[in-house]
């Protein structure tokens, strides 16, 4: 029997991780929200623009020979029959929620990877059967959801090996990696391929003379964690040759938002409206944490010089940090966006095609040590209090009567929405990041090009 196609085999040895990967998870979720979409090329987008590319394309355009992040134009070139649609975060949310309520009635879920990939630790009596447990999640799914909403799943002693496992066969897969296959189940892996290793590792070990999966293998752990600069390479190591690694609890140490800007988008009034709307989003993800920041970061990426020659494609980059008293109110933090967004009024002129904020500096609120010489009761405090108290107020208002009801000063619509609540890896947005009210389920937002 074709382990890696059919499900039965018996053989537990090595089953210790199942690591579970939805197939064209932003496409499919579209599909199973509006049933007119299936057996039909698909094409995720991230706005309403003639000028994006695809965040993710439905099996069906995959079959015809297209690959993620093509243009619109590109697509519809090759498929005239192309169908677009634009990404609706808060839906792939709320289905991403639901999903986990169903494989937790299969098994515990013990680690979220992404809004589309998570990790199961297997208990002694679960890897008796290893095939059987991941087709018991498959028909789980299969019950509670339709059936374009597939995943695939890689079982093997380590997360890192069951993640490979989970990508060698999709969509729909199972494979089952044992350590007793290994290398040579592997060996037709391009290092790029492999988790964990970037463009820049992927140089290291060129340069060292390492091209291909069985010269990765041959390495010691040493040797791995020289070529990566740190411990990671050792982590790395154990985890390739079986060996389970644990690493420590991450620390949240910034809050974060980007946005590319369309054509329309990129006079210094709206960059600066961009990068307001970025700032107010990550400040109530700020408070939701009980944090204060003390450091914020203000990038702009891309734009010209009106001296530059039209063949001048270096890309402009302009980065300001400025750093202030641990701080989580709306006011305070808007004045401090308003001190750096004046000292780029060069950068603005040169249309900026990305807006990025960051906060960071975190101090949780009862590790912060008051000024010994400072006045209590000075106005500078009293008014940071007061404008604390009213950032709380909005916070409070917006989680009564829904996250449109009340905002700090005017705010634009901004093209793509969903300021702030972008899915990225490792980030699932919570319901309260989304500042529009939010859509239903079946209500698709085709292209309107």
């Not at 890309?315 to 008293?325: D, G, M, Q, S, V």
């Not at 750096?340 to 060069?346: K, S, T």
Request: aromatic share 6%.
């Amino acid at each position: 029997m074709d382990q890696t196609r059919r499900f039965g085999s018996d053989d537990h040895s090595d089953a210790k991780r199942l690591y579970l990967d939805f197939d064209s998870f932003f496409a499919t979720a579209e599909q199973h929200f509006n049933p007119d979409l299936r057996g039909k090329p698909v094409g995720v987008v991230p706005l309403d623009s003639p000028h994006t590319g695809c965040i993710a394309i439905s099996r069906e355009a995959k079959a015809l020979g297209l690959k993620t992040n093509i243009s619109i134009a590109e697509a519809r070139q090759a498929v005239p029959g192309m169908i677009f649609v634009v990404a609706r975060p808060d839906a792939y949310v709320r289905l991403h929620h639901r999903i986990l309520a169903v494989i937790g009635t299969c098994l515990p879920v013990a680690k979220v990877r992404s809004i589309d990939e998570l990790v199961c630790h297997l208990l002694a009596f679960e890897t008796e059967q290893p095939a059987a447990l991941a087709q018991k999640v498959k028909d789980a799914l299969a019950k509670h959801f339709s059936a374009v909403l597939t995943c695939s799943i890689g079982i093997a002693s380590t997360e890192l090996l069951a993640k490979i496992g989970a990508e060698m066969n999709k969509p729909d897969g199972f494979v089952l990696l044992r350590g007793s296959e290994l290398p040579g189940r592997l060996n037709h892996l391009a290092l790029r391929k492999i988790p964990g290793i970037s463009t820049g590792i992927e140089a290291r070990l060129h340069a060292a003379g390492i091209f291909d999966f069985s010269a990765l293998w041959s390495l010691g752990p040493k040797h791995l964690r020289a070529l990566w600069g740190n411990i990671e390479g050792e982590r790395f190591w154990n985890s390739l040759h079986g060996e389970p690694v644990e690493r420590p609890p991450t620390v949240k140490r910034m809050f974060g938002h980007s946005r590319m800007l369309p054509q329309d988008w990129r006079t210094p009034e709206k960059v600066h409206q961009c990068a307001r709307q970025l700032l107010l989003s990550a400040s109530r993800r700020l408070r939701r944490a009980n944090l204060k920041a003390s450091k914020m970061t203000i990038g702009l990426r891309g734009g010209r010089d009106s001296s530059m020659r039209r063949r001048n494609k270096m890309t402009r980059h302009w980065n300001c940090e400025i750093a202030f008293p641990p701080a989580r109110d709306d006011i305070t933090l808007l004045k401090t966006l308003a001190e750096a967004m004046r000292d780029c009024d060069q950068e603005l002129r040169s249309r900026p095609e990305l807006v990025s904020i960051t906060l960071h500096g975190l101090v949780p609120e009862e590790e912060i040590q008051r000024d010994l010489f400072s006045d209590a009761g000075s106005g500078s405090s009293q008014d940071k209090a007061k404008w604390e108290r009213l950032s709380d107020t909005l916070d409070r208002l917006r989680t009564t009567h829904g996250p449109a009801a009340i905002s700090l000063g005017p705010k634009m619509d901004m093209p793509g929405g969903y300021v702030g609540a972008k899915i990225a890896f490792g980030r699932i947005p919570e319901l309260a990041d989304f500042s529009e009210a939010q859509t239903e389920d079946g209500a698709t937002h085709f292209c309107s090009l």
